[in-house]
């Protein structure tokens, strides 16, 4: 059955009378409020299938609802309906279910009788009654928020290459950053929403999942490996319903202190009445890694082919190359079902990976039930847990004598002895993680206008890391080991509640409060033993000489809020509140923070002059604060244990301390405006977006003569400006029955500006020759620069202290198209630019200073047959520059770095039902490719590439394993 | 259908508010309060028992910042040369003292005075504690001596608590009264150790000072034999000698073509890694070969700061300066019958000074004192002296004042 777009007009036009009684049925059908009792003489039933109109594929909890009744459910496992106890005579149902237009149907009831009607909806990226939990207290419809919210609705990139969250959100949202950082598997992303604002508090987004907050600590990184695992790749994509994103101050305001760096939440899938579905999902590929380095250097720097190097490397592979296809293999398996009162969905996975480096690569394990109990209309229970197990191995990368490619890409001049650089993957690096998450939510709705939300979790990790070098290791001949063991648990409690109430002259008001409170309990124990007797695997204490430690970190939090929403004719929304909160780590003179917060949403299309093509068009404005809480202990002046005299217990000053210290804040403005136009076929979302954090949490130097200057103190002083712009366009070029062709373009600006330090401070040096400087973005690169780069003939110019550029992109694109042909075929890309910023090429910048950087070695030869007292003859003073290593550095290194890069492209193919037999509902088979193309004139390893990674604010590429390209296939079944 | 509600959200209204109240009120300073562990908190160390810890922590602060002072001033000056992969070793090689590069030796070397300083205060103050005759106040003076003087040794110029640019003659002279309290309570307590220590630091600083007769007679109180050390160790990574790690660990520097070399003294041991002896035949810069010192062989080898032998040298000198050059050269052979070598002979006081110079610096090799020795002598290298990367046209004599005092004190003003 097809849809005819003119209902949605109707709908539109019907949504338009008693928007007080529209917003209470939405709450209605969205606690699955059922049926009202009518007796059965008059009253017939609807049943049908709600199906993606696009794919075909089932759509599971869809929301079914007969606005003028209240009568409402959803769609079950297979998509499939019934509203029972439907009045008879003419009706208009109303599917709904995020990702997706709504659609409304008439439909004639007749007394006693089953009426069919399937449904099938088409994708729309923006819905005015799509029901946004984020960022609101409560549930809110898209239409009463004023500040933008971004949606990732999984179940639409089902077909892509997705290996991790970060994977899910990367070139999909405007305003969200990721960058790749590094081709180990399992090194985290760096994401940023709206650009760095906190010099010293971290720009990392808080993460929840269904209402859990996440740890916001990396699994620890370091220096041997240069990178960090990310929490976030425990989750299984597979397991991922949605995503909401709200990226500024203005929308986390109710999230309190540390939220000023945006928020993410993921909701994981529930289960859905009816008899049980399997999915099973299996990925078989390859990771490769192309030609590494310069064109020019044919050998791709020893590591595609190390053959060639003089003198030989005798442990170079047979292959004949150091890279190799890494075998992936993930398998998924999930069910989900359930009954009226109790709907389950239960998933498994096991997951290996293999790095393009030998030994190189990850595997994991995981398990999730998530469950609901609805023993009444008007109470909803839902369980979830995840248990994931994950091990990566890791090779030594990055700026490190030890590392692999260092030792690769230098040949005889690393560190490894006669050149043999097999030997540096002696060096064992792991990490295994144990990851628990599980939560408890309640919604208690008592009555149509009061609802009560409460969420209760914990996040609980332990990791450990594991360093081991062996006994004749060629570094440290008598070999160590270290143990590092991070158990962190971060526990959540929410409650929120929110009443409505009607108000005279089409007003209508929502009045919310609730509460938060976290605690976070963080344990580091190290232990670390060098010195081995002889061979053997070893433990810690095999050491002859063992170093222990043991750090423990324990913060609270909370806040309470209150908010107050006014409508207007279901049009106008305006919308105040503010948090309270208290945090462990404010100064003991500080006392709480107030966050403030007020926003304003105008449905201009619900005006009747409104054209009628024209679908939705929101006006949006909003304005709030939030914040970022200090470290545990910097408000504290306070001495630490240490060994001196050559064992003996001695302290030691660390830290200064500040008691009047509080958050930082951060207090954006955001206006903008979302539109839905000729029946959801194009859609637009535009915000501008205006942040400053004040009070910023700056790590201010005590003069050195003071006794102190070692240290550095945090102190509330500096503020920092970020502001840009956010669009995001989708449009459906072709929607017929046999052909749907989607395109979706995300264009995202972020001019950030440190306006001030602190008087007499002129910079703050971030790492890496990144610094934070009045007047520059948060970081930007200053080092030496070449002044007469064109000039021929002449000694190069160099002046130290230049500025060179921001460290991070300042404008991305993303480009999304999908072709679904005859519902069965269905062809998707994206690609992405990030560009505007520089990277310095540390790599580069060291093999020149070797003479092994192919593109210089043509000005080296030819400097060194110059005569002595004409020694640039010929030359460019930039090429003398940057080739020679009397005048180069760091600074003449790094370079723009913008780059294109083709995410991800598939082909899915959903075999026909026919083939299927009556066992299988659905199967689909997708070949997927991940980093097939890279664009950029940054002559790097990588663009994207990054020392430290995800645990660093400053960028600097330095030896690190460039990201790989992905090959993958497919299988997905359904019975 | 609401009507039957009525009362309850109004209450649940009420409710909201007053938890608002409760939550605003002074309960939230409870509510969220924590005790971390692993952490002292500074009140915790006015007690008696722990004078022993705190007097402990000014040596291992004193620790901290020496080894990293001996591998600056073995590049800036012509104990070693610079040959590493970060830019300072090689800018250092050359002569080159950038005051971003130094804003740690100065740092951390004002933290062990003022850990030293404020904690004499405190062990005053402490109650319980006796301060009068204890050792361990003479040796919280000790630190605070040593710190002061080797602030004037190492930098052209020095600041105190945010003053102004002072020269190096005001951190000797804030060194010599702590050096005399330290002798004061040595001498109480019977502390032989402690009161040559302090004897050496004061015959150091008055030759700082120019003040030869004081120096030598403070000298000559202290035995050839006697050795303080600035302790280092492997049993933490804090004590770990850095002149060990840039020279063992990372081949940041190399003896090759210095006068270590040319002496062959065992005052200056090195290895020749060219033979393959070495993890690495070349230094860190990836073309230079590794001289590797041999005068610290271990991580937690010790670094002398006041020794008797230099003692005998000092005497020397300030005896050359008076022009009795047999007195001289017998304190100088002294020094060399002690590492087994043969005498040398000079024929007059300019003869004398250059065996001078080359015994100090054998005797203070990788000590971190040579690069003062070559600016009170205004040694021809540092007029453009070179070892192994060409030399600037002068050469760094002192460290200037670090950038980061320059951006904090605004007392100070670093235009050149």
């Not at chain 1, 070999?479 to 409505?500: A, E, P």
């Not at chain 1, 026919?914 to 940054?938: C, K």
């Not at chain 2, 015959?203 to 035995?223: F, H």
């Amino acid at each position: 059955m097809t849809f005819s777009f003119k209902e949605t007009t109707h709908a539109r036009s019907c949504r338009r009378q008693a928007p007080i009684g529209r917003m209470l049925t939405a709450v209605v059908s969205m606690a699955l409020l059922c049926n009202a009792p009518l007796t059965a003489q008059q009253t017939g039933t609807i049943q049908g299938q709600v199906t993606s109109g696009t794919t075909a594929e089932p759509l599971v909890g869809a929301q079914i609802v007969i606005e003028s009744s209240g009568i409402g459910t959803l769609t079950d496992n297979r998509g499939k309906y019934t509203l029972a106890a439907v009045p008879a005579g003419q009706q208009e149902v109303t599917f709904r279910i995020i990702g997706y237009g709504t659609e409304t149907r008439p439909v004639t009831v007749t007394v006693g009788a089953t009426t069919t009607l399937d449904v099938q909806l088409y994708e729309q990226a923006i819905e005015m009654d799509a029901v946004i939990v984020t960022g609101t207290a409560g549930t809110a419809r898209r239409r009463e928020i004023g500040n933008s919210v971004a949606q990732v609705d999984v179940q639409q990139i089902e077909t892509s290459p997705i290996s991790g969250v970060s994977d899910v959100l990367q070139g999909r949202v405007a305003g969200v950053q990721i960058l790749g950082n590094s081709g180990m598997v399992g090194t985290g992303s760096t994401i940023r929403l709206r650009g760095n604002k906190s010099i010293s508090g971290g720009n990392s987004p808080l993460i929840y999942v269904d209402g859990v907050r996440l740890t916001s600590r990396d699994y620890g990184y370091s220096d041997e490996m240069a990178q960090a695992a990310s929490p976030l790749a425990d989750l299984d994509p597979n397991d991922i319903d949605r995503i909401e994103i709200v990226k500024g101050a203005a929308a986390t305001t109710l999230y309190g202190t540390e939220a000023a760096g945006g928020v993410i939440q993921i909701f994981t899938k529930k289960g859905a009445a009816g008899e049980p579905v399997w999915n099973v999902s299996v990925d078989q590929g390859i990771n490769r890694m192309g030609h590494v380095g310069p064109e020019s250097d044919i050998s791709g720097m020893n590591l595609n082919d190390c053959t060639v190097q003089v003198p030989a490397d005798p442990t170079c592979p047979e292959s004949g190359s150091w890279l190799r296809d890494g075998y992936v293999q993930r398998y998924n398996l999930s069910v989900r079902g359930g009954g009226e009162t109790m709907t389950y969905y239960v998933s498994g996975n096991v997951d290996s990976e293999e790095g393009v480096i030998p030994t190189q690569g990850a595997s994991s394990w995981g398990a999730r039930g998530n469950f609901s109990f609805i023993p009444s209309d008007d109470l909803r229970f839902q369980f979830n847990s995840n248990y994931v197990r994950r091990d990566i191995n890791w090779v030594p990368d990055g700026s490190n004598a030890e590392g692999f490619i260092t030792n690769v890409l230098r040949g005889d001049r690393g560190s490894t002895p006669d050149n043999r650089d097999l030997e540096a993957l002696d060096l064992e690096l792991g990490t295994a993680t144990h990851r628990f998450i599980t939560g408890l939510g309640v919604n208690w709705t008592p009555m149509a206008s009061m609802s009560h939300r409460l969420n209760v979790g914990v996040d609980y990790s332990n990791s450990e890391y594991t360093e081991y070098r062996p006994w004749l290791f060629y570094y440290l001949e008598d070999g160590n080991r270290r143990n590092t063991q991070r158990t962190n648990r971060v526990m959540t409690l929410d409650y929120s509640g929110s009443w409505k109430t009607s108000l005279p002259a089409s007003l209508s008001s929502t009045f919310s409060w609730g509460g938060q409170a976290y605690d976070d309990d963080y344990v580091l124990l190290s232990g670390y033993g060098e010195g081995f007797a002889g061979p053997g695997d070893k433990v810690v204490d095999s050491g002859a000489r063992t170093e222990s430690n043991e750090n423990r970190v324990h913060t609270t939090s909370g806040g309470l809020f209150l908010q107050e929403m006014i409508g207007w004719d279901d049009r106008l929304f305006l919308t105040v509140g503010g948090r309270w909160d208290g945090f462990s780590s404010f100064g003991e003179d500080f006392g709480m923070a107030f966050y403030p917060k007020l926003s304003a949403s105008y449905m201009i299309s619900e005006h009747a002059i409104w054209p009628e093509w024209w679908d939705a068009m929101k006006l949006r404005a909003a304005i709030g604060e939030s914040g970022r809480a200090p470290g545990p202990f910097d408000a504290l002046r306070t001495w630490s244990s240490v060994s001196g005299d050559e064992g003996q217990p001695a302290v030691t000053p660390r830290s200064v301390g500040a008691p009047d210290l509080g958050p930082e804040r951060t207090r954006e403005w955001e206006a903008g405006f979302e539109a839905a136009l000729l029946n959801g076929r194009v859609t637009a979302d535009f915000t501008y977006y205006n942040q400053k954090t004040y009070d910023a949490l700056v790590p201010v130097q005590p003069m050195p003569s003071s006794g102190l200057g070692v240290f550095t103190q945090l102190r509330n002083v500096g503020e920092i400006q970020n502001h840009g712009t956010e669009t995001m366009l989708s449009f459906i070029p072709v929607r017929t029955d046999n052909v749907n062709w989607d395109v979706g373009i995300r264009y995202a600006t972020t001019q950030s500006e440190v306006v001030s330090l602190i008087e007499g401070l002129s910079s703050i040096y971030i790492g890496w020759r990144n610094e934070a400087r009045p007047g520059f973005a948060l970081p930007s690169y200053f080092h030496n620069a070449v002044m007469n780069p064109d000039a021929v003939g002449v000694e190069p110019i160099i002046e130290n202290d230049q500025y060179i550029g921001p460290a991070y992109p300042n404008s991305t694109w993303g480009l999304n198209t999908s072709i679904a042909l005859w519902k069965s075929l269905t062809l998707t890309a994206l690609g992405e630019y990030q560009g505007g910023h520089y990277l310095q090429n540390g790599t580069g910048y060291q093999q020149m200073r070797r003479g092994m950087w192919v593109p210089c070695q043509g000005v080296q030869a030819e400097y060194e047959a110059n005569p002595d007292n004409d020694k640039f003859a010929g030359l460019r003073a930039g090429d003398v520059a940057k080739c020679i290593p009397d005048y180069s550095g760091y600074g003449i290194w790094t370079m723009p770095a913008d780059f294109f890069k083709l995410r991800s492209a598939s082909i899915s193919y959903q075999i026909p039902d026919s083939w299927l037999g009556e066992r299988l509902n659905s199967a689909t088979v997708t070949l997927q490719g991940r980093n097939l193309l890279t664009i950029t004139d940054y002559d790097g390893l990588d663009p994207e590439a990054a020392q430290d990674g995800s645990s660093a604010l400053y960028r600097m590429e330095y030896y690190n394993i460039p990201p790989f390209r992905s090959y993958i296939v497919n299988f997905r079944v359904a019975f | 259908m609401t009507n039957r509600y009525n009362v309850q959200p109004r209450t649940t209204r009420i409710a909201v508010l007053a938890l608002t109240v409760v939550a605003m009120s002074g309960c939230s300073d409870k509510l969220f309060s924590v005790t971390n562990p692993g952490r002292i908190q500074d009140d915790d160390l006015n007690n008696p028992q722990v004078v022993d810890a705190l007097v402990t922590g000014m040596s291992h602060d004193f620790s901290v910042v020496h080894d990293n002072n001996a591998v600056d001033v073995a590049m800036l000056s012509d104990e070693m040369a610079g040959t590493g992969n970060y830019e300072e070793t090689r800018l250092e090689g050359r002569g080159i003292a950038r005051r971003e590069d130094f804003n740690y030796n100065y740092e951390a070397l004002h933290r062990a005075r003022w850990v030293a300083e404020t904690g004499i205060e405190r062990m005053k103050a402490i109650e319980g504690f006796t301060y009068e005759g204890n050792r361990l106040s003479g040796r919280a003076n000790l630190f605070a001596g040593m710190s002061n003087r080797m602030l004037g040794e190492l930098f052209c110029a020095v600041t105190y608590d945010g003053s102004a640019a002072l020269p190096k003659s005001a951190a000797f002279e804030r060194a010599i009264p702590f050096y005399e309290e330290a002798l004061h309570h040595a001498e109480l307590a019977g502390d032989q150790a402690l009161i040559h220590a302090a004897l050496g630091g004061l015959a150091q600083t008055y030759l700082a000072l120019g003040d030869g007769a004081k120096a030598a007679e403070y000298a000559a109180q202290v035995p050839t034999d006697f050795v303080q050390f600035a302790l280092y160790s492997p049993n933490s990574s804090d004590e770990e000698s850095q002149v060990w790690s840039y020279t063992h660990g990372r081949n940041e520097m190399s003896a090759y073509n210095t006068f270590a070399v040319i002496a062959d003294d065992p005052r200056a041991p090195y290895t020749d890694c060219t033979d393959g002896s070495c993890k690495a035949a070349e230094s860190a810069d990836g073309s230079s070969p590794h001289y590797r010192q041999e005068k610290y062989p271990e991580v937690g080898s010790d670094i002398p700061v006041v020794k008797g032998t230099e003692m005998r040298l000092i005497q020397a000198e300030v005896a050359i300066q008076a022009g009795r050059v047999d007195e001289a050269m017998q304190h100088i052979n002294e020094v060399r019958s002690v590492h087994g070598l043969d005498p040398l002979n000079a024929s007059n006081a300019e003869s004398a000074m250059e065996v001078l110079k080359q015994e100090r610096f054998l005797t203070l090799w990788l000590e971190g004192r040579r690069l003062f020795d070559l600016d009170r002598w205004d040694d021809p290298f540092l007029q453009g002296g070179t070892i192994f990367y060409p030399g600037v046209a002068e050469r760094a004599r002192c460290i200037p004042l670090p950038e980061t005092e320059c951006d904090t004190n605004p007392k100070v003003a670093c235009t050149v």
